[in-house]
């Protein structure tokens, strides 16, 4: 059950990653084709600058006419078109025929789609601007502006149907052969994953198989282990420690709420009196009392579980003219913790 769910979740995540790099992919398209909308807009944007000059070059006896004579003069078709109002009258869309449905319609009928609208309330006065709007759904780069001609305001624009830009045969086959070829690397992914996938299964049965042998093996180690830890790691009566690993074994005999604690510091003239020193300890002192050896000199006893008149009593005894006793201790309970009441102790044992 455990492989088959290990199978399933990796083939889900690649399948969902796939799915994002798939969304993104097109979303990145998306981002291209309008980016590359906005550079034909402006290579659009001069154009239009070209007919506002030939309406600038009219005589003085030009009519209003003559404008829209240069507008409708201009190539059109149903994708790039060209439209003219003046105020918020309409004297050209498209063509002579397309026109004449406008006829006392105001420029706000034509665009009106909100992107259309501001796109119009956005031009400026002799200064060609363009944008991507929509016409209904349909999408157009226009480009356009405002121009004054004899004391009136009048608007021309330029728009061209995104498909004939966007559709141009090597942007559409630059395009899909950038669909098809991700197309193939996910499908790719997707394949291998699931074939790594079957790969890790059959890794994880044999690994399972080999714990399975191993498993009575360590277990035995680990009992070895933990009765060798407990026969000779802590045992006192074995082993001198050091002032290093005193705070572990504070620790230990914390967590099992051992108490009380008696320690005892004991001061060496020499380290060959030190030394001297333990090994008469290892005849004089049991298993409970925990040796440490904290520099050349200064040794450590700690008695544990010790009643203090007992542990007086054996401390008294323990002196001699090489050894002599610095200071003790005594804790008869946990409540704070055994570190921190040997590190005041030892605070005032170093301050003497």
Same mark, same amino acid.
């Given at each position: ?49 070209? *007919? /506002?000059?030939?309406?600038?070059? !009219?005589?003085?006896?030009? $009519?209003?006419?003559? %404008?829209?004579? @240069? =507008?409708?003069? &201009? ?89 004939? *830009? /966007?559709?141009?045969?090597?942007? !559409?086959?630059?395009?899909? $052969?950038?669909?098809? %070829?991700?197309? @193939? =690397?996910?499908? &790719? ?164």
């Amino acid at each position: 059950m455990k492989r088959r769910l290990n199978f399933f979740l990796i083939t889900v995540v690649v399948m969902f990653f796939a799915i994002a790099a798939d969304v993104f992919i097109v979303y990145q398209l998306e981002s291209y084709e309008t980016r590359f909308l906005e550079i034909y807009g402006s290579e659009q944007d001069g154009y239009v600058n070209i *007919i /506002l000059g030939q309406i600038n070059n !009219l005589g003085d006896d030009a $009519a209003e006419q003559d %404008i829209t004579d @240069i =507008i409708s003069s &201009l190539d059109a078709t149903a994708s790039r078109y060209w439209t003219l109002s003046k105020g918020d009258s309409i004297l050209f869309v498209k063509s002579v025929t397309e026109t004449n449905r406008y006829k006392g319609f105001t420029d706000g009928t034509y665009y009106a789609s909100e992107t259309a609208s501001k796109f119009m309330n956005s031009l400026g006065n002799n200064q060609v601007g363009h944008q991507i709007i929509y016409l209904d759904k349909d999408r157009f780069i226009a480009s356009g502006m405002i121009f004054n001609w004899r004391g009136e305001q009048y608007r021309v624009c330029l728009l061209t149907y995104d498909r004939v *830009i /966007l559709e141009d045969n090597v942007l !559409l086959e630059c395009k899909n $052969a950038i669909i098809i %070829i991700l197309s @193939i =690397i996910l499908a &790719l992914l997707v394949i291998l994953s699931m074939v790594m996938s079957r790969k890790i299964s059959r890794q994880e049965k044999q690994i399972e198989d080999q714990e399975k042998h191993v498993v009575w093996q360590n277990k035995q180690i680990a009992l070895l282990d933990e009765h060798l830890k407990r026969e000779y790691a802590f045992s006192a009566s074995k082993n001198v420690f050091k002032g290093v690993v005193l705070e572990e074994f504070l620790e230990k005999l914390d967590e099992k709420n051992v108490s009380p604690l008696h320690f005892a510091v004991f001061q060496a003239d020499s380290v060959e009196a030190r030394d001297q020193f333990f090994e008469r300890m290892q005849l004089v002192l049991d298993n409970h009392v925990l040796r440490f050896s904290m520099d050349e000199q200064c040794v450590l006893l700690i008695f544990v579980g010790f009643e203090k008149k007992n542990s007086d009593k054996i401390i008294d005894t323990l002196w001699d003219w090489n050894v002599h006793k610095a200071d003790e201790f005594y804790c008869e309970d946990n409540m704070k913790s055994y570190k921190s009441q040997f590190e005041m102790f030892w605070k005032e044992v170093s301050a003497k």
